[in-house]
């Protein structure tokens, strides 16, 4: 099946800092999302983006589906943007099979 | 808007005990899922279900087993409990049009402990 690798796996900031996560897959896909898991366990869909930019807030992704990877910038970090970012794919062989990727985990210090 | 509802939120079994875990979904989706999330690690899936009366397998479905007979639940139960299958456990939905803004609605989680 279709691999997801997330970078860095862990990362530590001053709140107000600007970050830059990775996802990188290894086959053309249908869907793809990111999410943030939050330190009491809740999924959250950040964005749905299988191409292109998306902003919303201080939070935007670009995914660049022929080169195969994504990336998620948060800027001016704060510390309720702590917990675990993860990236979802859907391979264009393999539908309704989302595979995630191991994540990103952020902490973000006051 | 309830969403995806699961049930319960803990549980822990002895080994070979089994039960099931409840799923509901209140937004008449026809995707259904469930995933299961060891510590430090990603969601890997387990079932799928792209309406009522039909499952397919994901990439771990060795130790469980799902239905689905209606379009709003999709429970999954674990015949024989295993350690291995400590987890926190996790349903999803989603519409059925792949262009819609957020394809998974995630539930709360189930935590699970096999001892």
């Known amino acids: 099946g279709i691999q997801v690798e997330q970078s860095p796996p862990d990362l530590i900031l001053q709140e107000g800092a600007n970050s830059t996560l990775r996802c990188n897959f290894s086959?053309?896909?249908?869907?793809l999302q990111w999410f943030h898991q939050n330190p009491w366990g809740q999924l959250i869909n950040l964005f749905y983006?299988?191409?292109g930019t998306k902003q919303n807030g201080r939070l935007s992704a670009t995914t660049v589906a022929t080169v195969r990877y994504s990336l998620l910038y948060i800027s001016s970090s704060q510390t309720t943007d702590s917990g675990v970012y993860f990236c979802?794919?859907?391979?264009?062989?393999?539908?309704?099979?989302?595979?995630f990727g191991a994540g990103t985990r952020l902490t973000v210090k006051p | 808007n309830a969403g995806v509802t699961q049930t319960p939120k803990f549980r822990i079994l002895k080994i070979g005990q089994s039960m099931t875990l409840q799923c509901t979904q209140d937004?008449?989706?026809?995707?259904m899922y469930w995933y299961r999330q060891d510590p430090g690690m990603g969601l890997k899936l387990i079932y799928y279900?792209?309406?009522?009366?039909?499952?397919d397998k994901g990439e771990v479905p060795n130790g469980y087993n799902v239905s689905r007979s209606t379009t709003e639940d999709f429970p999954l139960r674990l015949e024989l409990a295993a350690p291995s299958q400590t987890s926190v456990y996790f349903c999803?939905?989603?519409?059925?049009?792949?262009?819609?803004?957020?394809?998974?609605?995630f539930g709360s989680g189930t935590q699970l402990s096999v001892l």
């Open positions: 937004m008449n989706h026809n995707y």
């Open positions: 979802a794919v859907e391979g264009v062989y393999n539908n309704n099979d989302m595979r």
């Open positions: 086959d053309s896909v249908n869907n």
């Open positions: 279900s792209v309406g009522a009366g039909i499952t």
């Open positions: 983006i299988p191409s």
């Open positions: 999803a939905s989603s519409p059925e049009d792949r262009a819609t803004n957020e394809k998974l609605f």
